[in-house]
């Protein structure tokens, strides 16, 4: 299994662009999630999809965010417009079941706004 | 809300000896799954080791294992014969066992460096 995989692994981008993270889940998983990781706030569950649909966006932190789940095998998360705050790294995550299956995490995508 | 602290930013080891990394948690649930997560420089999250909370056998992965303590919401990590690819941050997480409800809390992590 080639695991979780997310592109671009580094973007830098100026204030104002927008920027469209991708994800690739594990097959077979049915939950996928968007975090995100800062120094100062650690990481953070942005969204979570269940059967591609989403179930839980209260950690996105505003109108800018949105994620999107068109099948099952590819998920985005979208900024627009970036803000020099929103450098992070942005991990996606699947997992076979809600509740404690574990969450298997793809290698990030660093974030760099300027 | 379930909350997760570990109250240690930072530790070190030297190689072939034995650390324990320290994690407690708040939640009202009685069901519930532990983690422990090692990120290292490559920033990759991966599983160390997974805890049922209904089980009351303590996990182990090789030369990872826990000490789970329901009643005092501990769950700590021992990495044995530490090796330097062990340097990495360590981060404890919960998650609830209700479907639907679903949400993996991490703890701001703990940063373990190995000295040969």
């Known amino acids: 299994d080639a695991g979780v995989i997310q592109s671009p692994r580094h973007e830098v981008t100026e204030m104002g662009q927008e920027v469209t993270l991708r994800c690739k889940p594990i097959?077979?998983?049915?939950?996928l999630f968007w975090y995100r990781q800062t120094m100062m706030r650690g990481l953070e569950l942005l969204i979570y999809?269940?059967?591609?649909?989403?179930?839980?966006d209260s950690g996105m932190p505003e109108d800018r965010f949105s994620a999107k789940m068109p099948n099952a095998s590819f998920s985005t998360l979208k900024i627009q417009p970036s803000e020099p705050r929103d450098s992070a790294v942005y991990f996606c995550?699947?997992?076979?079941?809600?509740?404690?299956?574990?969450?298997?995490f793809g290698p990030g995508t660093r974030l760099l706004v300027l | 809300a379930q909350t997760v602290t570990q109250s240690q930013p930072e530790m070190s080891v030297q190689e072939a000896e034995t650390v324990t990394l320290s994690c407690t948690y708040d939640?009202?649930?009685?069901?519930?799954?532990l983690f422990w997560y090692k990120q290292p420089p490559s920033r990759q999250m991966i599983l160390v080791i997974r805890?049922?909370?209904?089980?009351?056998q303590n996990a182990t992965e090789n030369r990872f294992s826990v000490n789970f303590q329901k009643a005092a919401k501990s769950f700590s990590l021992k990495i044995s014969d530490s090796q330097l690819g062990d340097t990495a941050m360590y981060f404890c997480a919960f998650a609830d066992s209700g479907a639907g409800s679903y949400q993996l809390t991490f703890g701001k992590g703990t940063k373990l460096s190995v000295i040969p």
């Open positions: 995550a699947s997992s076979g079941l809600a509740g404690g299956e574990t969450q298997y």
């Open positions: 805890q049922e909370a209904y089980k009351q």
């Open positions: 939640t009202s649930e009685n069901n519930y799954y």
């Open positions: 999809f269940n059967n591609n649909v989403p179930i839980d």
């Open positions: 097959s077979g998983h049915d939950y």
